[in-house]
C-alpha cells in the first residue's frame, strides 16, 4: 500500500510512461508504477539502505546524490521526473527544478507547505519552530533547510516560466476539502504539483 501522497501522484502517471524518481527512498512508488502502469523506472537514492531496499523490491537504482546536479542524464530522457518531499531538503531546490524539467517533459514536486496556519500560529504563540507529525524535527536537527509556501513555490513557477499543469492541496490527511481549495497557502499542509516548461 502506498502512501497517501504517493497514490495521489500514481493516480497522474499514465501507461508506459519513463519516469525519474528523485530520493526514491525505499522505491515502493517505481515498484507500484511498474506493476500498476507498466511504467520504466530508474530511482537517483544516496542513503544505502534505501538503495538495498530498492533492490530487493527489484527497482532500478542509481547511488547520486541530487544536489550534485543531473548532468549524467540527457535532456528529456523521462516523461516525468518525481520528487517527493524533498524539495525544502536540497541545497539549491531553484536548480533541481530547473534539472528536473530538463530531463523530463514534466516534474512532479511534493512538499510541506510551510504556510499553513498551524505552522504560523505556532511560531507566533510559542516563538520556537515548529515541531508536528508532519514536521517532526526540532531546530537543530532538521533536514529542512528551505522552507517554502504555496505562494512561494507558484512565485517561483511564475518567474521562470514554469507551467503548473496540475495542483493538489492537502490537509494533514491527504484529504482536500473547501477550505484548502479556497485558501490552500493558509490550510494545506501538504502541496503537490505537476509543473512543465
Not at 72 to 95: C, E, G, S, W
Request: proline content about 5%; glycine content about 8%; hydrophobic content about 40%.
Amino acid at each position: 500500500m502506498l502512501r497517501p501522497d504517493l497514490e495521489i501522484i500514481r493516480q497522474w502517471i499514465p501507461e508506459n510512461a519513463r519516469v525519474l524518481d528523485l530520493g526514491c527512498g525505499s522505491g515502493s512508488l517505481l515498484e507500484n508504477l511498474a506493476k500498476t502502469r507498466n511504467v520504466q523506472g530508474y530511482g537517483l537514492e544516496i542513503d544505502q539502505s534505501n538503495i538495498a531496499a530498492c533492490f530487493e523490491r527489484g527497482v532500478n537504482v542509481i547511488e547520486q546524490d541530487i544536489d550534485q546536479g543531473l548532468g549524467n542524464i540527457r535532456d528529456k530522457r523521462f516523461d516525468y521526473v518525481v520528487m517527493t518531499q524533498a524539495l525544502q531538503a536540497i541545497h539549491r531546490p531553484d536548480l533541481v527544478l530547473s534539472e528536473m524539467l530538463r530531463v523530463g517533459r514534466e516534474a512532479i514536486i511534493t512538499f510541506p507547505n510551510f504556510g499553513h496556519w498551524r505552522i504560523r500560529a505556532y511560531l507566533g504563540l510559542k516563538g520556537r519552530m515548529p515541531v508536528s507529525t508532519s514536521l517532526p524535527y526540532q531546530w537543530y536537527d532538521t533536514p529542512n533547510i528551505h522552507l517554502c509556501t504555496v505562494r512561494d513555490f507558484e512565485t517561483h513557477c511564475t518567474k521562470n516560466g514554469f507551467c503548473i499543469l496540475q495542483r493538489e492541496v492537502v490537509d494533514r490527511h491527504h484529504q482536500s476539502g473547501p477550505l484548502t481549495r479556497l485558501l490552500p497557502n493558509l490550510f494545506g499542509e501538504v502541496a503537490l504539483y505537476r509543473v512543465t516548461r
